[in-house]
Nanobody, 124 residues
Framework: QVQRVDSGGGSVQAGDSLKLSCTAS??????MGWFRQARGKDREFVAG????????YYSDSVRGRFTISSDYTKNTVYLQMNNLKPEDTAVYYC???????????????????WGQGAQVTVSS
């Protein structure tokens, strides 16, 4: 069983930065993403990469502010979040797709493994 741990969440002020991390206990993945779910809303795609196609993709709402990266030596994927806004407040989840995708999947149902989530709260 693959276990993913989300960490790095917290409460910050608008304009601040946070870095989320997600570590797989047993393997690395070529296709990974970050999603978020605000209270009362559906889970939405935030950022992801598909190393099969050497692709990175970001949602319009975070492009230019968030950066996804990975460290394979640590089986860890990161989400650097800069210039945070109150509308970024949500529970953030990392996700892994066991297939070798050429494009970044933006649909949550494609992903096979999920972290338990990390709360990010941004106040104005």
């Amino acid at each position: 069983q693959v276990q993913r741990v989300d960490s790095g969440g917290g409460s910050v002020q608008a304009g601040d930065s946070l870095k989320l991390s997600c570590t797989a206990s047993r393997r690395t993945f070529n296709t990974m993403g970050w999603f978020r779910q605000a209270r009362g809303k559906d889970r939405e795609f935030v950022a992801g990469f598909a190393l099969g196609g050497r692709k990175f993709y970001y949602s319009d709402s975070v492009r230019g502010r968030f950066t996804i990266s990975s460290d394979y030596t640590k089986n860890t994927v990161y989400l650097q979040m800069n210039n945070l806004k109150p509308e970024d407040t949500a529970v953030y989840y990392c996700a892994a797709d066991s297939s070798f995708a050429l494009e970044v999947p933006t649909t949550s149902s494609v992903y096979d493994y999920w972290g338990q989530g990390a709360q990010v709260t941004v106040s104005s």
